[in-house]
């Protein structure tokens, strides 16, 4: 679910007036012409103050007032912003918003316990719809962000237009048996080396990174990155990923969940949301194994499945154009009630 080794993969309240500036001027576009390309600068950067602290948000096709806007909800806890920043081109029909939430990314990180409960972070994602001014947008999460994804449509399905549960993290339970299914399918030596990764005292990061693909199928192979991710990285500023989140909320690693989250599950409340407005969304190679995701299908009726051809958990990454055209075709149908 984290967004390092493992390639994986709220959030903001307040009323209009509690909107901080990023910076002495907000950022604009100079043009509404102006084509809005991935790994993009933002038009609009905010710090929210939220329970606990301030988070940072960023926009892009504000001159879309008339389309209903998007929000991504990153994975982890502990990840960021960043991984969505290849679906800008969104941002050419809708107002895109991104977000890192508390405790990591350009956010602030008060690192306290008591901000880490699954109810802040659904009620968070409600403040910044209230802070920005929004009354129904789309709500894509991605693995850790899918489970706030799917508690936020079942208590706020009138502000919800339509629900993206990508790279599934719905249920504890239900990824560490799956987690455990892979690893056990692994070669020895892949199984060897995950066993060291996992230990107190791990081997290179490369020796990792090499497992995890592997582990993810034998066909896997990641596309290395463009010099566009690179660069947004790299000048993208803040703190990045907080592993302390990771270890307090999740775990050690992806195949063990000692954490807040260790008995977790969201199940129940695919019977509450609209199917017909669910979108399932994973990557050929991806930990969120499909035969599990078409069993959420089954609680969720008149739901879709997509599969990113080639793609791993980490399909925002991945294979970014086909995961854009995906999303691009979702968020117009169901703009239009299809």
Same mark, same amino acid.
């Given at each position: 679910?984290?967004?390092?080794?493992?390639?994986?993969?709220?959030?903001?309240?307040?009323?209009?007036?509690?909107?901080?500036?990023?910076?002495?001027?907000?950022?604009?576009?100079?043009?509404?012409?102006?084509?809005?390309?991935?790994?993009?600068?933002?038009?609009?950067?905010?710090?929210?103050?939220?329970?606990?602290?301030?988070?940072?948000?960023?926009?892009?096709?504000?001159?879309?007032?008339?389309?209903? *806007?998007?929000?991504? &909800?990153?994975?982890?806890? @502990? !990840? =960021?912003?960043?991984?969505?920043?290849?679906?800008?081109?969104? %941002? +050419?029909?809708?107002?895109?918003?991104?977000?890192?939430?508390?405790?990591?990314?350009?956010?602030?990180?008060?690192?306290?316990?008591?901000?880490?409960?699954?109810?802040?972070?659904?009620?968070?994602?409600?403040?910044?719809?209230?802070?920005?001014?929004?009354?129904?947008?789309?709500?894509?999460?991605?693995?850790?962000?899918?489970?706030?994804?799917?508690?936020?449509?079942?208590?706020? *399905?009138?502000?919800? &237009?339509?629900?993206?549960? @990508? !790279? =599934?993290?719905?249920?504890?339970?239900?990824?560490?048996?799956? %987690? +455990?299914?892979?690893?056990?399918?692994?070669?020895?030596?892949?199984?060897?080396?995950?066993?060291?990764?996992?230990?107190?005292?791990?081997?290179?990061?490369?020796?990792?990174?090499?497992?995890?693909?592997?582990?993810?199928?034998?066909?896997?192979?990641?596309?290395?990155?463009?010099?566009?991710?690179?660069?947004?990285?790299?000048?993208?500023?803040?703190?990045?990923?907080?592993?302390?989140?990771?270890?307090?909320?999740?775990?050690?690693?992806?195949?063990?969940?000692?954490?807040?989250?260790?008995?977790?599950?969201?199940?129940?409340?695919?019977?509450?949301?609209?199917?017909?407005?669910?979108?399932?969304?994973?990557?050929?190679?991806?930990?969120?194994?499909?035969?599990?995701?078409?069993?959420?299908?089954?609680?969720?009726?008149?739901?879709?499945?997509?599969?990113?051809?080639?793609?791993?958990?980490?399909?925002?990454?991945?294979?970014?154009?086909?995961?854009?055209?995906?999303?691009?075709?979702?968020?117009?149908?169901?703009?239009?009630?299809?």
């Amino acid at each position: 679910m984290k967004m390092t080794v493992l390639q994986v993969l709220a959030f903001l309240i307040a009323v209009q007036s509690t909107l901080i500036p990023f910076s002495a001027s907000a950022t604009q576009a100079e043009s509404s012409t102006d084509i809005t390309e991935p790994f993009g600068p933002p038009e609009q950067e905010l710090m929210v103050e939220v329970e606990g602290g301030k988070v940072y948000v960023r926009q892009n096709g504000l001159s879309h007032s008339d389309a209903i *806007p998007v929000i991504f &909800v990153h994975g982890g806890p @502990g !990840g =960021t912003h960043n991984g969505f920043a290849a679906m800008l081109g969104l %941002a +050419n029909e809708r107002r895109v918003i991104m977000y890192d939430q508390l405790d990591s990314g350009k956010s602030d990180q008060p690192n306290a316990p008591a901000n880490w409960r699954v109810e802040r972070f659904v009620e968070s994602l409600d403040k910044i719809r209230l802070a920005l001014n929004i009354e129904r947008w789309h709500v894509v999460g991605h693995s850790w962000g899918s489970a706030l994804a799917l508690e936020y449509a079942a208590k706020y *399905p009138q502000h919800t &237009v339509s629900t993206v549960l @990508g !790279g =599934t993290f719905i249920s504890t339970p239900h990824w560490i048996m799956d %987690a +455990n299914l892979l690893v056990t399918a692994a070669p020895k030596t892949i199984r060897e080396s995950l066993k060291q990764c996992e230990s107190e005292s791990p081997p290179a990061e490369d020796i990792c990174e090499n497992a995890y693909s592997v582990l993810y199928s034998p066909y896997y192979q990641p596309k290395p990155a463009t010099e566009a991710a690179k660069a947004y990285y790299k000048n993208v500023g803040g703190n990045g990923f907080n592993p302390l989140i990771y270890n307090q909320m999740w775990g050690p690693s992806e195949f063990s969940s000692t954490g807040v989250l260790k008995h977790y599950d969201a199940t129940h409340l695919l019977t509450e949301i609209d199917g017909s407005r669910t979108l399932f969304m994973i990557g050929q190679y991806d930990s969120a194994r499909i035969d599990t995701v078409q069993d959420y299908i089954k609680l969720t009726p008149g739901a879709e499945l997509a599969v990113v051809p080639g793609g791993a958990h980490g399909f925002y990454s991945d294979r970014p154009i086909i995961t854009q055209a995906i999303l691009k075709d979702w968020l117009a149908r169901k703009d239009s009630g299809f």
